[in-house]
């Protein structure tokens, strides 16, 4: 982390650093820190980095992911609230989806939807088959 950051940046400060992350888990509890978890990724980590200080390791965090119950996200109106526009529930593939799905919004928000949206993205499906957070957690 940091190479190449002109030096006097806050982002300088993350020179010689590494960001070693790794797991998911399905828990009712989204917003319960498993400290763990974190132990066995350091675990499973430390024999690939035997330089690295892990001892005084800083910003562990987790954070909940949005997930449909299907597995597909939620792109386009919102159902009865024409105003809300949902790009949503992308899993782990939030990164590699962001390009289309912002193509897909832009097009819902210029009144020129994109006819290559999937009818299997549909915000309203999620009304249908009880997919939302009314369905509860896995």
């Known amino acids: 982390m940091g190479a190449g950051v002109p030096s ?13 992350a790794g797991t998911m888990e399905f828990d009712r509890d989204p917003d319960r820190f498993r400290q763990s978890r974190v132990d066995a990724i350091v675990a499973a980590a430390r024999p690939c980095l035997p330089e690295a200080d892990w001892e005084h390791r800083e910003q562990e965090w987790m954070g ?6 299907d ?7 919102l159902p009865g609230h024409p105003g809300v526009v ?4 992308h ?8 390009p289309a ?5 832009t ?3 210029t009144g ?3 006819d290559s949206l999937p009818p299997g993205f549909a915000s309203g499906r999620a009304v249908r088959r009880g997919l939302g957070p009314s369905a509860g957690r896995v």
């Open 112 to 114: 020129k939807p994109d």
């Open 101 to 105: 799905t912002g193509r897909l919004v």
């Open 107 to 109: 097009g819902l928000l």
């Open 71 to 77: 597995g597909l996200p939620l792109i386009g109106p």
């Open 91 to 98: 899993n782990m593939l939030g990164l590699m989806l962001a």
């Open 8 to 20: 006097g940046r806050a982002e300088s400060r993350a020179r010689g650093k590494v960001r070693v």
């Open 86 to 89: 949902l790009a949503t529930g």
């Open 64 to 69: 909940p992911r949005p997930m449909t119950t």
